[in-house]
């Protein structure tokens, strides 16, 4: 079963049989990339130049970083969800947020952060971790020193919000690091948010 059978399968377990927006296959720096793209106000081509330029980065500042993505990840999935980046383990997708790449406030830096974060997770997918298993604070903690590793690594004008963002991140208590997320809640905010952008 290729990436986007998986993925769809992996998204329509998920959604239980709702209704989803459809999908546009692409390639972007040599990955699959889904789309799932439900807002009319954002241009898809714009969050896949947004994609292009941050995966650009990572391979430019720590070309043995996108080694790594292309081993652990099958491809990207962008679609609104209720947070900046996602793995999912059983399709291997990397979830990349339809809005937070649609962003011209940020450079690709963040972006390119966001996905090292969620390749990290993927990485100790592949090195056998499971669920069941898992201690999710020193596995978020693993995340967040790749992203200050990388923002280190950038110009300090760009590395900046990156290293400041995963600085803050590392002082947090266990329980504030990998904090527990009632998702319907957040995915009530959001669609709230997506009402009042469709009737602007």
Known sequence: ???????????????????????ELHEVHG????????????ATNDVLT?????????ERVQPWRMAHL???LAGFLV????????????SR???TELTFLARRDITAAPVASSIIHEGMHARVHQ??????????AREERICRHAELDFGLALPPELGAPVVERARASLELEDAEVAPSIDWSVALGRQEAIDREA???
């Open 70 to 72: 292309r081993r652990d």
């Open 93 to 95: 997708a990397c979830m």
């Open 127 to 136: 090195c056998g971790v499971r669920a069941e298993s898992r201690d999710l």
């Open 198 to 200: 469709r009737n602007k």
């Open 50 to 58: 947004r994609l292009d330029e941050a995966l650009e980065l990572i």
């Open 79 to 90: 679609t609104r969800y209720p947070c900046r980046g996602a793995y999912f383990p059983d």
């Open 1 to 23: 079963m290729g990436f986007l059978s998986r993925l769809r399968a992996a998204l329509g377990a998920e959604s239980g049989g709702a209704e989803r927006v459809p999908q």
């Open 31 to 42: 990955f699959e990339v889904i789309v799932e793209n439900s807002r009319p106000d954002i």
